[in-house]
């Protein structure tokens, strides 16, 4: 008797607790400036403020940039042989994409 009034109370607790849970959804906008680095080869690297943060043919800006900080910043892209193909310090705010430019080489 006793397995039966348990089983049969954790069953209806069960149900209602099912019951009360909601579906929600969110959409998560990250507003943080980005920068985008156009024209680059493999093995090519992004600094930024002095920090190694990958291949520069990775942030071209479609789809992907890289998300930094409000604020000014030192942008550099050096190529495999250690050339400096970008050397610029820019002033990024809040949702802007800064694309950089690497001329034909």
């Known amino acids: ?4 009034f348990a089983i049969s109370t954790l069953l209806v607790i069960s149900m209602l607790l099912v019951g009360c849970a ?3 959804s969110s959409t998560i906008t990250d507003e943080r400036p980005g920068v985008a680095i156009d024209g ?7 600094y930024i ?5 990958g291949d520069a043919k990775d942030f071209n ?8 900080e409000s604020g000014r910043h030192e942008v550099t892209v050096i190529s495999k042989t250690g050339a400096i193909l970008v050397s610029e310090s820019i002033y ?9 430019s690497i001329g034909n080489r």
């Open 1 to 4: 008797m006793f397995n039966k």
């Open 22 to 24: 909601t579906n929600t």
């Open 40 to 46: 680059a080869k493999g093995g090519d690297k992004l």
């Open 49 to 53: 403020d002095d920090v190694l943060m």
């Open 61 to 68: 800006g479609s789809p992907t940039v890289l998300f930094v």
């Open 92 to 100: 990024v705010t809040k949702g802007q994409i800064r694309k950089l």
